[in-house]
Structure formats: C-alpha cells, structure tokens
C-alpha cells in the first residue's frame, strides 16, 4: 500500500476526532474507521462513514416510533426472514462509504454496479501516481482451457518472469512518456487530461465510493463468486469482513441466504425430488441441459 507519511499522518489525526451524536454507532465498525485495509500490491479500501445498525433494518421494517428492537433473537429472526424473502427496502435503509484504491482494469468491472455513488480521482486536474497493479506470482494465470472468462495453470519460472517484465516495462514507459509530455519545461507541456490517455489498465485510481446495504450485499454477492475475477474479489472480501464488523447479524443471513445458497429452477426442482424418493434420474429424461445438470451436480456435491 502506498500512502505518503503525509496521508497517513492526515488520517490518524483524522481518527483521533470524535463527535457525540445520538444516532446508533457500531463500535467494531468504529474501530476499523479510516483505517486503510491493503489490497492488492499498491491498493487499498477504508470505511470513511456509514449509516444504520442491525437495529436499523428492523426498525425500518416495523416502522416503528423508537428503534425498534425487541430481543437479539427475535430481531436476528427478522433480519433472516427479510433475507431469505429477498425483501430489499428494509436494507437500503443503510449506507456505507469507502475510500477506494484499485487498478483502472478493476474500477471498470466495480463502475457496472450502478447502484452507488461515485466521485473518482481526476486525473484531469491532478497528475497520476507512478504506481501499477503486478500479480504475484501465485495469481500469474494462463487463460483457462474451459472458461473463457477465466485462469488455468499457474505460469511457472520462467515464463512467469517475462510477462512480469513485459507488465512492468510497458506500464513505467508509457509512465515516463506521460511525464515527458506533462513536463512544461523539457517536455510537451500537454494537458493533464490528454497526457493520461497512453497510461496502462494496471495504473492505480482512487475513488469514494458510497453504496446501500442491499446493494452491497448484491456486489458482494457477484464478486466473491469463484467466476468473478481474483483482482476484484480481492476487494470484496476485506468489504465482506467489514459488513460482519458493522452488521453481524444481517451479514449472518446474507451468508446463509445468499452467498451460500444456490437457486434450483423449477426443472431441477423435479429432478431433486425424484431423487430423493429414490427414482434413478438420466440427463437424457431430465428436461435439463448438460450444462444445468452439470451445474446442479456440482451443488448437490458441495
Ligand atoms: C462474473 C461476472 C462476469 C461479468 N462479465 C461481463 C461481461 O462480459 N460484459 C459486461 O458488459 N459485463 C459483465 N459483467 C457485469 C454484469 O453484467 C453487471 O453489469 C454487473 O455485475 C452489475 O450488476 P447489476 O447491473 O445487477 O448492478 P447495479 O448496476 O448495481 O444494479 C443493481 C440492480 O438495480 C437494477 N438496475 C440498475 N440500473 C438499472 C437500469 N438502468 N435499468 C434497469 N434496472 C436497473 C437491476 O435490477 C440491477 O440488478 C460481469 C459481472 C460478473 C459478476
């Protein structure tokens, strides 16, 4: 992670004010405020603020004159209820906001998420980092035979070390070249907004990001799937920790009910119950392709 002492040195006086309020705080949230969780080689995500409790979707969805709680368990049992019918309102009664460093290539997967609010890092009026996304070597895929969208086999020795170097050359010369064609004394002098457009996919951006609890859990929900890809999954999960910091109960029963669920339709829906009354079932007489049999093997398996 790349922070200049003088950014951390912004953000630890940052942490050390404090406000009394009346709304609801969530301490293990609160511990983790503004403080930069390292992603990637050169990234990073924190928490700048957020809105809402466990208590706040309950509240909401009792519509209720005070917070609404009544017991733990009969509130978690609310929350869980509220998950496992998709019900969306009572969670978008919360929100959350991120400070985001991350590669271009990710930032265009993460700007699909319309369902959020986004200021970005201009690199028309300010000048770019010198600073880009390497895998390591455990992530440096070849293309997967069978997906795709997707990795194989881990390149090894090698092979490994020369695309690490073709990755590394290409983006520090279109680097040097962007600074040669800002520099208004021995370059170009050209604008900021024109000068950028030779840069690499792997250079850093930074953005605020600012999202609803439903909608979150609906990214979380696409990008922690093993099909999302590793880069952007590696930002979901520290986001996945700091939803059971800041809502443990609700983040409970989004893995119960969401990440950890599958969805049957209803053609495989016939095919499970014959198999559980014990009929043999054949792909051929499913009604299912191979691919939704495949599929559903696979869950069944586990
Ligand atoms: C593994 C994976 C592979 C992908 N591959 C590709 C790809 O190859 N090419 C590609 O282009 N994208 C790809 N995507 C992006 C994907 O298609 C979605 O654009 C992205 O995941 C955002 O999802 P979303 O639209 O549901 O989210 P959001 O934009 O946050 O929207 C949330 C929900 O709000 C509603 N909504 C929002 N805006 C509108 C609107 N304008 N009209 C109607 N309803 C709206 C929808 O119900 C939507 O589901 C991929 C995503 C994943 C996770």
């Known amino acids: 992670m790349s922070l200049t002492d003088a950014q951390r040195a912004e953000i630890a006086a940052h942490a050390q004010e404090t406000s009394s309020t009346r709304r609801p705080t969530v301490p293990a949230l609160e511990a983790m405020l503004y403080d930069p969780q390292e992603v990637l080689d050169h990234g990073f995500l924190r928490v700048i603020d957020y809105m809402g409790d466990d208590s706040a979707i309950v509240q909401a969805a009792r519509v209720s004159y005070g917070r609404g709680t009544r017991k733990v368990s009969e509130d978690a049992g609310l929350i869980r209820y509220l998950m496992r019918h998709r019900h969306s309102s009572p969670f978008e009664m919360c929100e959350i906001k991120f400070h985001v ?20 890092y201009s690199a028309r009026y300010s000048i770019l980092d010198s ?19 997707g990795r194989g086999a881990v390149l090894e020795g090698a092979d490994a070390a020369a695309v690490l170097d073709i990755l590394r050359d290409d983006a520090m010369r279109t680097y040097r070249n962007y600074e040669t064609m800002l520099d208004t004394d021995e370059g170009y002098g050209l604008a900021r907004e024109l000068a950028r457009i030779n840069l690499t996919l792997n250079t850093y951006t930074q953005w605020y990001w600012k999202i609803d609890l439903h909608n979150l859990m609906h990214f979380l929900a696409l990008r922690l799937d093993p099909h999302a890809q590793y880069e952007i999954r590696a930002y979901a999960e520290v986001m996945l920790k700091i939803l059971h ?55 069944l398996k586990g």
């Open 245 to 299: 910091a800041w809502v443990p109960q609700t983040a409970s029963a989004f893995e119960d009910y969401r990440r950890g669920a599958v969805t049957f339709s209803a053609g495989m829906m016939k095919v499970l119950r014959s198999m559980l009354a014990g009929e043999a079932v054949e792909r051929a007489d499913s009604g299912l392709s191979k691919r939704e049999w495949d599929e559903m093997m696979a869950s």
């Open 101 to 120: 460093k991350l590669p271009i290539f990710i930032a265009r997967q993460w700007i699909r998420h319309r369902m959020a609010s986004v200021n970005e």
């Open 131 to 149: 600073e880009f996304y390497l895998p390591a070597p455990e992530h440096m895929a070849a293309q997967s035979e069978i997906n795709r969208q």
